[in-house]
């Protein structure tokens, strides 16, 4: 996995954290890190795509908001994020681990905050696919014995 694959996969579980788990787990990791505005948290929308089929025509699904932010720590790390919603404190803490992760203090972040959201989200994953296999009905042709 080259470094470019790692950020995705950590900033696609920022995006997708629940912004009252990592606001628990940021509060626990300890003191914010100094840091200057590159482009402070605002809401905007943006227009969701989509595909019939997943390789069909692209079609316009509809517009969805997202806050996004960019930020450079004191040591030059830069950190962005896109989260879904308005939640600007959301969008900062997500910013501020990227640009952590991108520091000596990688490891660190991963086991305080991305280990644990990445093992939340999973429990919740499982959870939905638990209650919906509950639902799963199995057809089957029963033979009648008049044949």
């Known amino acids: 996995m080259t470094a470019n694959d790692e950020r995705k996969a950590w900033m696609s579980l920022l995006a997708k954290a629940p912004a009252a788990e990592l606001a628990r787990l940021w509060e626990a990791f300890g003191d914010e890190p ?18 019939a089929g997943a390789t069909g025509a692209p079609f316009n699904l509809g ?27 959301q969008a900062r803490q997500a910013a501020l681990v990227d ?4 520091t000596g203090e990688a490891e660190r972040v991963r086991e305080a905050i991305l280990d644990p959201l990445a093992e939340a989200l999973e429990t919740a994953r499982a959870a939905r696919a638990a209650k919906a296999a509950a ?8 033979v009648r014995g008049e044949d």
């Open 34 to 51: 100094g840091h200057e505005w590159l482009r402070a948290p605002e809401a905007g929308g943006v227009m969701v795509r989509g595909r």
């Open 63 to 89: 517009e969805m908001t997202v806050t996004r932010c960019s930020l450079k720590l004191d040591g030059g790390a830069v950190g962005h994020a896109y989260v879904q919603g308005r939640d600007k404190r």
């Open 99 to 102: 640009a952590l992760m991108q």
């Open 135 to 142: 639902t799963k009905v199995d057809f089957f042709t029963m």
